[in-house]
């Protein structure tokens, strides 16, 4: 009989590339037959992800868990029991071995239905402070892989396993040339900065960086992931400022594939969020980097993520309440002309990449499954 395993969360490619990074190794390595099953929100990014990995998909309501009384309270609490509903449907017509769910409130119907039916279910933690969803999920899962050992204190210690994030293969290798292909860079006479707010995309970051946009086209060459939702105005805004796209040294991008692995390997420096899994990504791959966490991100997470990696040398981190033009064109020029700085950076953020983190979540997954 095959393997069975109900992948469960949603919401960013945070919360879905570990996910289907786990369903290929397993798929690559598992000695017999595999199968799995998706369950979580229907957005466009679910699809498209899980439509490319060839995972099917069912969907079910997630509610958010709030802290305080808003109108989205009220939905979500009529939200969520449907999904837990939808989820036991789901669940008795597949019947998994095993669940695991990258945590979140995406995760919460699946997880609710999995411990129902008395399924295991292992959970993966990426950041060093878990939200609402993932600390009760983690009382009522069977086993917690965690990226921070600072993670640990907030669940039963001997579920626990540090792992690391699981990075997807097409983000490591790249070809420096094969990005200036892609994007159709020919020169390669000023620095190149690779802007990345996240699957997404990041509105403060882009606005930003639209207003410094002159400044930085005088000594950089920029290539920016603006999300799907925010290219066409920063383009319509580039060009408004007197940049034809494909004629000057301005690349938007709505969402960066799997040519992001030749973008890092031609950025001198990465500007980006800070959760777990772009911080992972960036250690993949070396890059010096400067971080602006999400003031507003649960519990802070983003920005104890970065403090992780600034406390050992691995990053410049900027709050967003800093992240102006006299601070970012500093940082910019001291990480690019500094070479020791530069090469320090690159070094540090290498630690938070752990090489078999896909491999033992993996196993114990299988382990789990009884497998």
């Known amino acids: 009989m095959a393997l069975r395993i109900v992948l469960a969360g949603g919401g960013s490619g945070g919360h879905l590339f570990p996910l289907t990074t786990v369903k290929e190794y397993i798929g690559k390595n598992y000695k017999g037959k595999a199968e799995f099953l998706f369950l ?16 099917p998909h069912k969907w079910v309501l997630c509610g958010k868990l709030h802290r305080y009384m808003t109108f989205r309270y009220i939905l979500d609490i ?25 945590g979140g409130f995406a995760s919460v119907p699946a997880v609710l239905a999995a ?10 933690e990426s950041d060093s402070i878990p939200g609402l969803a993932n600390k009760f999920l983690g009382s009522i899962s069977n086993k917690i892989a965690l990226t921070f050992e600072r993670a640990r204190i907030y669940f039963p210690i001997h579920k626990t396993i540090l792992t690391g994030v699981p990075v997807r293969g097409e983000v490591i290798g790249g070809d420096p040339q094969k990005a ?59 060009e408004a400022q007197g940049f034809k796209i ?40 070396n890059k010096a980097s400067i971080l602006v966490p999400i003031t507003k991100s649960a519990n802070h997470h983003q920005r104890i993520n970065a403090f992780e990696v600034s406390k050992v040398g691995g990053a410049v981190v900027l709050e967003e309440s800093n992240f102006r033009r006299t601070i970012l064109f500093y940082n910019l020029k001291k990480i690019i002309s500094d070479k020791d700085f530069n090469q320090k950076l690159s070094r540090n953020i290498g630690k938070f990449y752990q090489v078999d983190a896909t491999e033992k979540i993996a196993r114990e997954l299988l382990k789990l499954a009884g497998k």
């Open 40 to 55: 979580g929100p229907r957005t466009d990014l679910e699809k498209k992800v899980m439509k490319k990995h060839g995972i």
């Open 78 to 102: 009529v939200r969520m029991p449907i999904g837990v509903l939808q989820a036991l449907w789901h669940l008795l017509l597949y019947m998994p071995d095993a669940v695991f769910s990258k």
């Open 115 to 124: 411990r129902f039916y008395r399924i295991p279910v292992l959970i993966h």
């Open 180 to 238: 200036r292909e892609l994007l159709g860079i020919r020169k390669e006479v000023k620095p190149v900065i690779f802007i990345i707010g996240g699957s997404q995309g990041a509105k403060l970051i882009n606005e930003k960086i639209m207003l410094n946009i002159v400044e930085l086209l005088k000594h950089y060459q920029v290539i920016h992931q603006t999300g799907p939702s925010h290219f066409d105005p920063m383009k319509h805004e580039a």
């Open 246 to 285: 494909g004629h000057c040294d301005y690349y938007p991008i709505a969402f960066v594939g799997d040519e992001i692995k030749h973008i890092f390997a031609l950025a001198d420096v990465v500007i980006s969020r800070a959760g777990a899994t772009a911080i992972s990504e960036l250690a993949a791959n």
